[in-house]
């Protein structure tokens, strides 16, 4: 950077003291606030006299438990489910002694 760019910078955007040359009516923007600490000014005692009191916490909800994943869930939904989990089951290990006994018998 070259103190030349500077001063055409400066001709261009202006400064904080003089307005622009090259560009019309244009000014470079300020702070707002001069003053930047926010945390105190917001925690002031005339601006907490005006604000509305904090909202109670939202309630936290339950998250759907999956019938199909989760057993308790599709007991609840359906109360024979369980029955018939404890049937399913029977029926298939009954099938599973069946296959054995068939190949115990093909193999003798």
Known sequence: WTESAFKKLDALYGTYRKSATLKADYKLPR??????????????DEVQSKVRPARRQARNFIKKKNPLVNRGAMIKLNPFAAVQKKRALKAASNAIQK?????????E
């Open 31 to 44: 702070a707002v606030m001069t003053n930047a600490s926010l945390a105190r000014i917001i925690n002031s």
């Open 99 to 107: 296959r054995k006994a068939l190949y115990k018998l093909a193999k």
